[in-house]
């Protein structure tokens, strides 16, 4: 059983920056399509950001350009680097593991873009 925890949440301003962190137990790390997920209350999880084992990246179009996701298989370890937030980028950020078809959440971690 993976389990995937996440770090860096927090309050920012707006046009500030954040790095979120997401860390996942097992050997074979390299090996998962790894991503973040973005919800607020009320709405649908949507995409943020993927990154595939191989490192092909694709990103939700309204954070093209600002966001980037990258990993580091030696340390099992997956990043969302967040710059130039607004306010709509509000929401709880769960980082996201699939193998063989078998996805893996994490708890979620906070992200507040408020002045």
């Known amino acids: 059983q993976v389990q995937l925890v996440e770090s860096g949440g927090g309050l920012v301003q707006p046009g500030g920056s954040l790095r979120l962190s997401c860390t996942a137990s097992g050997s074979i790390f390299s090996m998962y399509h790894m991503g973040w997920y973005r919800q607020a209350p009320g709405n649908e999880r949507e995409l943020v950001a993927r990154i595939a084992s191989f490192g092909t990246t694709n990103y939700a179009d309204s954070v093209k350009g600002r966001f980037t996701i990258s990993r580091d298989n030696a340390k099992n370890t997956v990043y969302l680097q967040m710059n130039t937030l607004k306010s709509e980028d509000t929401d709880v950020y769960s980082c996201?593991?699939?193998?063989?078809?078998?996805?893996?959440w994490g708890q979620g971690t906070q992200v507040t873009v408020s002045s």
């Open positions: 996201w593991g699939s193998f063989r078809g078998t996805n893996y």
